[in-house]
Every structure is written in C-alpha cells, then in structure tokens.
C-alpha cells in the first residue's frame, strides 16, 4: 500500500525538534531509523500530519564512553552498535543480541533510541536496557531530564515520554564488579519477533553475585524483570547456579512471577513454559 | 558445495546430443541479475490509470447501498466502478466441470452484488492517474452494508440443519465423492494390525514474491490486450472473449517476466475479469497490482483438510487396505475455471497411490465457507494425500515392530509390475519404487543415521528420521480439465524459424515462469536442429505470436511443451537438410546438422554453414529445384494420449532434531530421489525440487491462514504468516532415476510439483520418529513448537 | 500535492528530482527513474525484494522515503551491475542456478554483496544468517548459498 500523504522537514538540532513538536502536537510524528514507522505509514495504519526528521540532528548520534558512563546517542543505528569496540569491550551483552534484530538491512537503519521509544514487547533493546540499569535521557521545552529504564517502559508501546519529548541517548554506568552476560531468544525464523527471550546479567564481587539482573521479553507487554529469581540469585556463586535444587527453585519462582501474555500463536501457557526453560539453559550456560 | 553430478547417459534423443541431459545455465536468464527482468508492474503506458479495490472487510455482508459521490471529487480520481456497472459488459460465471459428477457452485460476478462472500471479495473499484490517489479515496466510498453470519467452519458447513450459503443449492456441498474398491470391511476385520488417525492441513497460500500484476487495455478499436503474469495465457484469452463477447482475433494476451506462480497465477479471478471490465469502460489501460496485504486476502489459498484415516496390515507386514474420510473447506465459490473440487478428488484418488493394496474406500466432501476461495497450488491433493499415507504406513509400521523403510519396500508396487491401475483406478505406465527406495538408504547412509540417532536419545537429544514415498502426475491428457468441458488445452506447440544467418527462434505455448522453461526448450531446440546453444532464441507468454497450447501447470511444461520443441526441430532439421542436400548435391540421409553446420555424416567433413542454407532456402530459390519449396519456420503439435496423466514417483527423507522442551523442530538434513523420466537438465531439476520441497515445509511446520471466530484473517501479512526463509531450511540432496516415458519421443516426466508432494509427509514423520521415545505422535500441520509441546502434554 | 525537491548520487550520477514527501525510495526509483531493477514484494520491509544501497549500506527501499535520501549516494542493481564489481556475483549466480523466476535476485544480490564486503570468510550457516532477510519462493536457497559460497572461496584465493 501507499502511505497517506503527510508534510516532512528534518531538523537539524534538538532545540529545532522539540519546536517543531510543540508547534505540531499530535499532528507530528518523529522519525528515526523509520523501520518500524514506514511499515505502519506503508499499510495505512498510522496517518501523521507531519513527520519530524531526526537523521540530521547530530546531537543525537555516537557512542562515547566518559568517566565510566557509555552513552549511547538515540539515533545511533544497530549496525553501528554491533560495530562498535566500546560496546563489544563494556556492554558485550547488547553485541550478542544485535545478530537477533531482525537482518542486515533494517540494523543498518534502525536506532537505539527508536527502539526504545516504540517499546514493542518483542524488542531486544528495552530487554538490554532494563538489564543493564540504564538510564534514559530525555530532552524537553523544560530540559533534559533522566529516567531509570524500569521506569520508562510502561506499557504496550507506551514509554515514560510525555507529549513534546525526545529521547536524547541513553547512559550506562560500568559496574566496578565483574560481569557474566547471556542472551537467547527462541524465535520460529532467525530475525523474526521473539516468542520468548531472556537477558541476564550478573556482577560478581570476587566471584559472589552481588547485584543480577533477569529479564523476560516478549511475555508481556513489556520487558519485565524476574525479581524473585533475582533474590535467590544474590550471594550465590556461578557454582551454585549448576544445583539442580537451585535450578528448579528458580524455575518455579520464574514461573510463578512471571504474568505471561499470548500473542497470535503462542499461549500464555507456552510462554511460561518457556520462561522457566529459558532460566534453566541460561543458569547452565552461565554456571558453565 | 552441492554441484550436480552429471546423470548417467541416457540413450540420446537426437543425432547430436550436446545439451540434453546437462546442467546448461540458463542463458536467458543473464538480464534477471542485472535487473533487466520485465515484470508487468515494470511497464508504464500511455493514460494508463490505476485501479483499486475496495474489498469486504468481513466475511459475509449484504451490499445494501454504494455510495460514490465523494470519492469522485477526489483529486486524480477518474471512475467508481460497482457490479452493476461491470455487469454491464462482463457475464457472471459458475466454476464446475462435468466430469466432477454432482459438482454444483453458484454464480460469481467480477465485483460483487448484493452480497460479498468472503472477507477480501472486491465489491468497488476506484480508478484514479496514481495507486496512491486511488488508494486516498479509498476512506470516502461510502458503502452500506450488513453483515451476515458466517460460515466459517468445515463440520458446520455439513450440518443439514444449520446455515446454507447459497440457498439456492439447498446444501454447502460443492463437491462429494465416494469410492469404495474390494473388500475393505472384510480386510480391517481380519486385520492383525489396525492403526487409525485424524489428520489435520492448515489452510495456507502461495504467496508468490511478486505480487498479481496485470494492465488490461482496452482500445477504442475493439481491441484488447491484457498484460498478466499468468501460467496460461490462452486459457485467459479464451475467457476474456466468452466473458466479454470478443473475438478471439482481438484478445492478445502478453506474459513477461513472471515472478513466481506456483499455481497462484493459473486461476481467474474476479478482480482480473473488472481490471478487464474497467478497461473496457474506460478505454483506456487499467493497471493492478495487488498489494501484499490484498494478496494474502485474495490469492486463491489451498489445503484446509480434516481426514479420518485408517491402515489395514497383516502380521506379516503386508498393506491391507487404507480408508479415508476427507472434509475440505474452500470457499463460497469454486474457484474459475479449474474448480474446487480438484484438490479433494486428487487426494481421493492418490491416497496409498505407491503401494499395491487392493482394497480401499474415501468418502469426500468439499463445503463451501465464507472464506478467501481456494484451488489448485502445488502439487495439489499430493501433498496432504501423501502425508496421510504415509503417516498411516507409519503407525503400521511401528505396530508390528517393522523398519519404516523395510515396510515400504514390502509393500511398493514392484518395478517390473507395470503398466499397473491403482486400486483407485490410476493408470500408472511405469515407476521405480524399488530402486528410489533403495537408492535413498544409501544416499542418506540410513544405517549410519539410525546408529547416531539411539546413541543421541540416550543422551536425552531426540533426532528422527521420516519417510515419505510418493507419485506425482504429470504430462496430463484432457482428462484433467478438457473432458469436464472446461476450454484448457492439454496440447502444445512449438514454432521454430531458421533465420538467414542459420540463427533459431523457438516460439512455445508454455511459458516461463522461473523454472527454466524456456533454457531447457533452448537445450532441447540446439541439439533437435543441430545448432549452438547461444544460437537459439527464446519467445514464450504471447498469444499473438506463440502457437495455442497449455501453459504452464500440472508439471507438463518439460514433458509436453518439450515435446512439441523436439518434434518441430526434428521436422525443422529435416526440411535444412533437403535445401542441403541440394547445394552440395548430396543425398539428405548422408548429411547431418551439427554445431551450426552441415556435415558429410560419413567422413565428418565440413560442407556448407547453416548461413549458407538460409542465404539460398531465402534468397536463392533460383537456385533450387523447380517445384522444391523450402520450408524454414515449421510448427509442431503434441499431445499426451497414452494415459489420463503420465506418473513420476520418488521417496524423501527428512532427519530432524526436536527440542522437546521448546517444541523447536530443527531440520537437519533432506533427501529426495525422484524419477521424473529422461532429465533435460540435472541442475533445474534439483534447484526445482529443492524449492519444492522448501514450500512443502513451509506447509508443514510454518504456514497457516488463521482466522477469528468472525472470520477475519489474522495474519494477513509478511510479518505474521510465515514463509520459510533461508536459515531454518536444510541443505537438501537430490539424486535421480530415470525411466523414460514412452508416450514420446523426448521420455521425459514433469518434475515441478513432486519436492511439495512429498515434504510435508517426510518431515511430520521425521518428527513422530522423534517423539517415539514417549509414545506420542502429530499430525496436524502446520507442526509448530505450541503443537509439540501439547503433544508431549508439557502445556495444556 | 506538496512537493520537495532532492538532489543525489544515483547510480554515480548526480539527479535532481521533486517528490511528494510519502513517497518511498524505491517507488521513486522505479517509477520516477524507470530502475526498475528494484521490486517491491512487501512494503513492510520483510521480503528483500526491494533492497538499495543508501550511503553504502544495504536498506530496504520500501521503508526510506525518497526526501531522506536527498543528499545521500543511492546504489540500484543496475549501478551494481554496470560497476562490474560484482560480476563475479552475478556469474556464480547464473553458472549454479542461484536464481529462477529473478524477482528476488536483485535484492539478495545487494545483500550477497554487503556479506562479502563485511564477513570474507563467512560460512554457510553465515551465509543462510545473512540472507535470512531475502524471501526467495522458487529456489530452495541452498543454490544461492552455493553460489555466495562459490564467490567468497574464489575471492580469498585471489
């Protein structure tokens, strides 16, 4: 299908965006890497007055790390995190899960930021974010403001950005512990939507698990983290992790924390079948 | 990497055999990666206008009132089109054939009228100068409507005393048959092994990567072209003029470039009789193209099957007798002009089809529903007859503790049975079960297989291994279409002209659809007349200038259109060598065409070129005898009369892995030994049969129309219906025997279909095989990672 | 109708054209610059068939509009094929029969193309990954991996 017709100007600079925003309202939409708002301009689901360009704003784009925070500009694409040595060096987690986001073509347009403003369920980068405690940094007429990542996903496709907002980037700060990374999605095609998808990341203090981060995606309608796993995980070793005790009290507990929604040919229960079979492969792989 | 072997030689069908029987790349296709492929939505004409359709968006509705005074101030917009305005120039039509006794359907207009019968039937057309304009005026067509109930399920379309769709034909059956051959009571009576299953087939569809294309002009002089990407292009031409009251003399029919059909694209549809229409009221060309999302809701879809099926064996492992009971669901119409019913009564009639039992029964019915219409797609009935046989030849097997392989050898029609009628009343010339069997064991290192597989499950990893043996029509007589009064030719021609410089053009009424119809006439051509293979032209898909034929379905392309090729070479090289055999003052029978050039048969001696012949058979008929006439352009015929269908068999072998704690099947490996007859050219064939096979997996594991309880199809689009792409899809090994048909000269089979026939039951059996550790089988396709779950009961 | 105008490097040459805003990239190509090598499928970005090069990576042309790629270097299959860079490519794919009906050809070319700019050593379970974005429904894809194969073996012989 043809998309309906809408005006377009690309801005050059934050400031500019979020005039442009306030100037338009509703009638406005922003346009970051565009792979997943053309689909939905293409087959008439989404009808904006105007779209709002953000591929000039350079403000928005790179990857830097500073004083041991990474910041991750919102307009940065999946092929350049994939490329990037500072991530493959300080946040290796989101290098394993970029070969998941669908293929070549959309990774070298899709953003970070793009991502995370359109919070589907299914998306591998809200998933990271939450994992890694990330903090998102959002642009307004009032300036700029910073959100936790479990207080920015809110629900299905909806963020903790108000009306006449911008995603700016979004900041890791580097843990002086060591980390144990894992990613896995199941998903019935390579790139496809994930059925269900787990991100764990652990820092261990000299070998003892001081913080973990465990979260599901494609569950709900939003990425979601298994707190209770994450009780029973703190203080144990990587050792532990490989106690079939332990791992079935964490399956029960991922399992019975774990609301689940189907989707179009997968039913809550699968889901929470899956979730517990995630958490096991994961606490093996780990323990290993 | 996978480079055909060449095949063993067979006896060569021609004097100078260089290019039969080898893996020639296809020349013509050179353009095609350098982006120089025409496909219709590549062409642009003058005042050519667009159209679109406004579709029901539900599944039954009465049209109450159509509304188009806004849409017509609409910038860019130049006609709104109802079914009543095509009705004017366009005669409704009913889908039946007469061989297909009792079949009944109801009338079906290009837009529809009073009622829309299934979500996605075209009721409006809007024409506008761009698709986007068209498309923009879309939202202020104002259509009252009403919705209606629906009939959307297969058991409730047989309720007597529920809905009936068409009133008029007092029930939903479109179609039923029974057969009922030997004794088949007695044979499960006496049985020492009964095994019974209920066999479940997901509706799904062809998608063909470039959408339905077509530019239907019509000019103010009474003429019409229709450029289509279509698999039969004479049928359409004949259609066009009984729909619209044309001359045949004035219907041309033009195919380029066509970007997959598999089926989809032999069929005509409502939407392809008002592109016609709206040309014809207009005067002027109409384009359409249908969207993707239009596609998935308007493409014929196939295989929605529900059948109860039963294995009769004797302790000593002989197949009894097999009984099937087949419910399909097509839509509220038969489908134009193939019919409906066809799939069905090609499961009935192919249902335990490779083995030599004697009793069987079926009983089938097909019901209309207030779904997408449905009809043939690859392999038709094949692939879900094949699936229940063998599955059934499964369980039997497992019963009494015989090897799955060894049970099928047991019981095949033996090689040197033939001729043989199926006990279903098939006419099979000859097969090659035995050495296809024995063949794949080896190829696939069956031992080695099942050795890895015992020591994996002790491990707790469950690999299995699955079967399918199947036969697969080809090379069909009228007895498909043209004796239930259905006007498709089951014949072909082909016209090959020697231009002066000795160069060839070959003009065949089977077209290319991407299978390699047009290299594999090109090899046949070369080595008919005698010429190099970068010396023969290629012209398929217009019906102006290609002789009247068939086109392309049925896997007949080789078989016939080949035939016809090699007969008119033949004839051609004949008609070169008497204008010869008079320039150098020879007898024809000592001279022979070989590379270009005319030969002394005896001592090999070079004599004139082929240039030489055109320049004197043209331009120096002075030079010849008084009353010798040459003859240089020469068109042959050919039609398959041996058998109703000539038959190709084969066997695949699918080895997977199942997770048995997501559900997640990965395909391992694929096997497939198929005997199609004399193979033209080793390389298409075994990329033909692989992409076969793919879209038989696609059946099997990954593709489903889903629809809601309202009858609203879910999963409309590229993201949600799920074709199989390239990671998840096995490398697969191909290997071939050959056994020439003898109903012509050329000895081959078609080969297009029998990779779909097969795949879908060899890789369901591979996964039973997996779950055979926990007593557990499935056998309800698509086979998707929630089904295995529920089969090992780990989810409710 | 409001139009923009846009400049670019198209296939090496410098254009300059005007274009409503909703238009997508390869609807520009196809119908404004009659390329039409590039085919659409989809319009939702999930079959390949209408992959471009922008700025010398491979995008889907369904889901750029043309007034992003004002300014930018746009590469079609025809450029590919007239810069003869890929010859090879395009050779293999004829020689094992990589291609049947060619309508999703000229975007896994693109994409065969990139692979080999980026992984040279790529193996076949590499090769099925990469692809993975290109619906092809007439091959069994196992030709098209043997022909990527075929080229990335000749080229580090080379």
């Keep these: 299908m043809k998309a309906a017709a809408f005006n377009y100007q690309k801005a050059s600079s934050v400031d500019e965006v979020l005039n442009l925003l306030i100037k338009n309202g509703d009638n406005a939409k922003l346009i970051a890497g565009g792979q997943s708002l053309l689909p939905s301009l293409n087959m008439r689901l989404s009808n904006p007055e105007i779209l709002i360009d953000l591929q000039g704003v350079e403000e928005l784009k790179g990857i830097t790390e500073h004083n041991g925070v990474i910041r991750i500009g919102a307009m940065t694409t999946h092929t350049e995190i994939q490329d990037s040595d500072i991530i493959q060096k300080h946040l290796p987690i989101l290098h394993q899960a970029v070969p998941h986001i669908a293929h070549r073509a959309i990774r070298n347009l899709g953003t970070w930021g793009g991502s995370c403003v359109y919070a589907d369920p299914a998306a591998e980068w809200p998933a990271c974010a939450l994992a890694l405690d990330a903090v998102m940094v959002i642009a307004g007429s009032n300036g700029q403001r910073r959100v936790a990542a479990k207080d920015f996903f809110l629900d299905l496709y909806t963020t903790a950005l108000q009306e006449n907002e911008l995603l700016v980037a979004t900041e890791f700060t580097l843990s002086k512990y060591t980390s144990v990374d894992y990613f896995d999605e199941l998903s019935r095609r390579h790139g496809d939507y994930a059925v269900t998808g787990i991100v764990c990341h652990l820092e261990l203090d000299q070998g003892i698990i001081a913080k973990s981060r465990v979260v599901y995606f494609s569950v709900a309608s939003t990425p979601v983290l298994a707190e209770g796993v994450q009780a029973l995980l703190q203080s144990k070793t990587l050792q532990d992790l490989s106690q079939t005790t332990f791992i079935e009290q964490a399956r029960e507990m991922a399992k019975s924390e774990i609301m689940t929604l189907s989707d179009l040919t997968n039913s809550a229960h699968m889901k929470k079948h899956l979730v517990g079979v995630l958490l096991e492969r994961a606490l093996k792989h780990i323990a290993a | ?796 | 109708m409001q139009t923009t105008s846009i400049s670019m490097i198209l296939n090496g040459q410098k254009i300059q054209a005007e274009v409503e805003p909703r238009q997508h990239l390869v609807d520009f190509l196809r119908e404004d610059q009659a390329l039409t090598g590039s085919h659409l499928g989809c319009e939702q970005g999930a079959c390949g068939a209408c992959t471009v090069k922008l700025n010398g990576k491979i995008v889907r042309g369904c889901l750029v509009l043309a007034v992003q790629a004002d300014g930018a270097t746009v590469e079609t299959i025809e450029g590919l094929s007239a810069s003869g860079t890929y010859r090879d490519l395009q050779q293999a794919f004829l020689q094992l029969n990589a291609l049947q009906c060619g309508f999703c050809t000229s975007g896994m070319l693109l994409a065969a193309a990139e692979l080999i700019q980026t992984n040279p050593t790529a193996t076949r379970t590499e090769i099925r990954e990469w692809i993975s974005g290109n619906y092809c429904r007439c091959t069994g894809y196992q030709a098209i991996v043997d022909a990527i194969a075929h080229v990335l073996e000749a080229r580090q012989s080379n």
């Excluded at chain 2, 069905?344 to 019901?367: D, S, T």
């Excluded at chain 2, 099979?428 to 080896?442: F, G, R, T």
């Excluded at chain 2, 594991?701 to 949600?720: T, V």
Aim: hydrophobic fraction near 40%.
């Design chain 2, 1 to 796: 990497m996978n480079k055909p072997k060449e095949l063993p030689a067979l006896a060569p069908v021609t004097n100078e055999q260089r290019y039969i029987g080898m893996s020639e790349p296809r020349h013509g296709a050179k353009r095609l990666t350098e982006g120089l492929g025409k496909y219709i939505d590549d062409l642009q004409l003058p005042r050519m206008v667009h159209v679109v359709y406004w579709r029901s968006p539900v599944a039954h509705m009465r049209i109450k009132k159509i509304n188009k005074n806004a849409v017509m101030d609409m910038p860019g917009v130049v006609a709104v089109i109802d079914g009543q305005d095509l009705a004017a120039v366009c005669k409704p039509w009913v889908a039946t054939l007469s061989h297909l006794a009792g079949m009944k359907s109801a009338p079906q207009h290009a837009l529809a009228i009073d009622r829309a019968c299934w979500q996605g039937e075209p009721v409006v057309a809007i024409v506008a100068k761009t698709r986007a304009q068209a498309e923009d005026a879309l939202p202020f067509l104002d259509v009252e409507w009403e919705e209606l109930p629906a009939l959307l399920d297969m058991h409730a379309a047989l309720d007597e005393s529920g809905m009936v769709l068409h009133p008029d034909l007092g029930d939903n059956i479109c179609f039923k048959r029974s057969l009922d051959v030997g004794e088949v009571d007695a044979q499960f009576a006496k049985a020492a092994v009964v095994e019974e299953a209920t066999f479940k087939f997901g509706r799904h569809t062809g998608v063909t990567l470039e959408p339905r294309s077509q530019i239907a002009h019509y000019s103010a002089d009474g003429r019409l072209t229709v450029y289509h990407c279509q698999q039969a292009p004479h049928m359409m031409q004949d259609l066009y003029c009984r729909q619209f009251d044309l001359s045949e003399s004035d219907v041309r029919v033009v195919c380029f470039d066509v970007g997959g059909s598999f089926g989809i694209k032999v069929h005509a549809y409502p939407d392809d009789f008002a592109t016609v229409g709206i040309s014809i009221l207009l005067k002027r060309p109409v384009k359409y193209v249908a969207d993707r999302l239009e596609s998935y809701l308007s493409d014929i879809h196939a295989r929605e099957h529900v059948i109860k099926g039963r294995i009769a064996a004797s302790a000593e492992g002989e197949i009894l007798a097999f009984e099937i009971d087949d419910l399909t669901g097509i839509g509220p119409y038969s489908m134009f002009p193939r019919t409906s019913a066809i799939e069905g009564n090609q499961v009935v009639n192919l249902v335990g089809g490779p083995y030599k039992h004697k009793h069987y029964r079926a009983q089938l019915n097909v019901v209309f529903q207030n779904k997408t219409p449905t009809c043939q797609y690859r392999g038709v009935g094949h692939p879900i007859a094949c699936a229940v046989t063998e599955g059934l030849v499964d369980l039997a097997a497992r019963k009494l503790g015989i090897d799955p392989l060894e049970f099928r050898k047991r019981n095949v029609i033996p090689d040197n049975a033939y001729p043989y009628t199926g006990v279903s009343g098939i006419k099979l010339e000859v097969l090659s079960h035995e050495q296809c069997l024995a063949k794949i064991e080896e190829l696939m290192d069956y031992p080695s297989l099942l050795a890895e597989q015992k020591s994996l499950r002790e491990k707790g990893i469950y690999r299995g291994i699955g079967f399918a043996t199947l036969i697969e029509l080809t090379n069909p007589s009228p007895a498909f279409y043209g004796v239930g009064g259905a006007r498709i030719a089951s014949q072909d021609g082909a016209t090959i002209r020697m231009d002066p410089t000795g160069v060839i053009t070959v003009s065949v009424s089977v077209g290319e659809q991407g299978q390699g119809a047009e290299g594999i006439f090109a090899q046949i051509a070369a080595d008919a007349v005698g010429v190099p293979i970068d010396h023969v032209r290629l012209k398929t898909g217009d019906t102006e200038t290609i002789p009247y034929g068939g086109g392309t379905w049925a896997s007949r392309g080789a078989g016939i259109g080949g035939e016809a090729v090699l007969l008119a070479g033949m004839a051609l090289r004949e008609n070169i060598l008497k204008i010869a055999a008079s320039i150098v003052q020879m007898d024809a029978s000592q001279l022979t065409v070989k590379n270009g050039k005319i030969f002394d048969r005896l001592n090999n001696q070079e004599k004139i070129p082929l240039s030489e012949v055109g320049r004197i058979g043209y331009y120096r008929t002075d030079l010849l005898p008084p009353n010798f006439h040459p003859e240089l352009t020469v068109t042959r015929h050919y039609s398959q009369k041996d058998f109703p269908f000539i038959f190709t068999n084969g066997v695949q072998a699918s080895y997977v892995e199942v997770d048995t704690q997501t559900g997640f099947v990965k395909l391992l490996k694929h096997w497939a030994v198929e005997d199609c007859g004399r193979v033209i050219n080793p390389m298409l064939v075994d990329e033909q049969m692989r992409g076969a096979i793919v879209q038989g997996i696609g059946g099997a594991l990954f593709e489903e129309c889903l629809y809601d309880s309202q009858g609203q199809m879910m999963n409309g689009n590229m993201a949600d219906y799920l074709v199989p792409m390239a990671t998840e899809m096995p490398d697969i090994e191909v290997a071939h025997v050959q056994t020439p048909t003898k109903s012509s000269l050329l000895g081959a089979k078609g080969a297009g279909e029998a990779g779909t026939a097969g795949a879908p039951g060899a890789v369901v059996n591979a996964i039973n095989d997996a779950l055979v550790p926990f007593g557990v089988y499935n056998f309800d396709q698509p086979v998707t990672p929630q089904k295995i779950l529920q089969t090992l009961k780990l989810i409710p």
